[in-house]
């Protein structure tokens, strides 16, 4: 496994616990402004681990694609997870 997938692992990980800690916070009746907080933090996380997951992308899969004269693949696959990250 790369560092980089390593990275995101653990990083996965911590957000499973981040998720786990919502349930609870639901189970015991925790003020909603406080479990908002941290549904918004895990939000940000998974922002993160896709953006590492674009980046490490980008300078894998597309860069060989592009060496490869698959510059059409390797743009629809860019321009579509760029549109599936505004929604």
Known sequence: MTNTKKKIARRLKIIEGQVR?????IEKGTYCI???????AVKQALSSVED???ENHLNTCV???MKKGEKNTAVKEVLKVYKLKRK
């Open 52 to 54: 590492a997951l674009m």
């Open 34 to 40: 406080d479990v908002i907080t941290q549904t918004s």
């Open 21 to 25: 800690g919502l349930q609870e916070m």
């Open 63 to 65: 860069a060989h694609q």
